[in-house]
């Protein structure tokens, strides 16, 4: 069956536009994460969308980042305004529901010039 | 801090050499750990995920353990090949369900 997919996989953006990041989970999944992965950062958590749930946004590094999952399906996550430090790889998963294996879709590179 | 360690940061070994990467956890309440595989450029691939209930799960040359009361989880890779060659990290569910990393080994297997 299909994974999770993700678009752009590549995205240059010159400092200060609003960029937007898709996700497509596996069909059935309830559970999404959005995760980054900079360098000298690891893999960091960012936000995490449960069924009908509001959302985990814990992880969100600032208030110029937000995330929406429309229909419990795709899932958009919006950066405004962007800074260099933004540059990294923002990798979406997915899974059955929570505490299930999760699945990861390629990533979308982000390069704020 | 909960926290997820891998070590060794990096290894080298020979084809056909049986290995064992090593992920430590700050919480022995986990419901799961996961181990995945990330090749250069590209996304993460699950490997293996083992249950808080269970000791160990195998998935052809690998085969990951999991003692939750020292917070410890090994992946062993038997006779490794050159297409193994990836950088390797486990990751458990600290806090809720999202994912905390370790900050991965990468191995090289030399043909």
């Known amino acids: 069956g299909a994974g999770v997919s993700q678009s752009p996989s590549n995205k240059v953006t010159e400092k200060g536009k609003d960029v937007e990041l898709r996700c497509d989970p596996i069909?059935?999944?309830?559970?999404l994460y959005w995760y980054r992965q900079s360098l000298g950062q690891g893999l960091e958590f960012l936000i995490y969308?449960?069924?009908?749930?509001?959302?985990?946004k814990s992880g969100l590094p600032s208030d110029r980042f937000s995330a929406e999952r429309t229909g419990g399906s795709v899932s958009t996550l919006t950066i405004q305004r962007t800074q260099q430090e933004d540059s990294a790889v923002y990798l979406c998963?997915?899974?059955?529901?929570?505490?299930?294996?999760?699945?990861f879709g390629p990533g979308t590179r982000l390069t704020v010039t | 801090k909960q926290e997820v360690t891998q070590i060794p940061a990096a290894l080298s070994v020979p084809e056909g050499e049986n290995l064992v990467l090593n992920c430590s956890f700050t919480?022995?309440?986990?419901?799961?750990l996961q181990w995945f595989r990330q090749d250069p450029g590209k996304g993460l691939t699950s490997l293996l995920l083992?249950?808080?209930?269970?000791r160990e799960q195998t998935s052809g040359r690998l085969n990951a353990s999991l003692d939750k009361s020292s917070g410890r989880s090994t992946l062993y890779i038997a006779a490794s090949q050159p297409g193994d060659s990836a950088t390797y990290l486990c990751a458990a569910p600290l806090r809720a369900s999202r994912l905390t990393f370790g900050e991965g080994t990468q191995l090289t297997v030399n043909p």
């Open positions: 069909s059935g999944h309830t559970a």
């Open positions: 083992i249950q808080s209930s269970q």
């Open positions: 969308f449960q069924g009908n749930s509001a959302p985990d």
């Open positions: 919480d022995s309440a986990i419901y799961n």
């Open positions: 998963a997915s899974s059955f529901s929570a505490h299930y294996e999760q699945y």
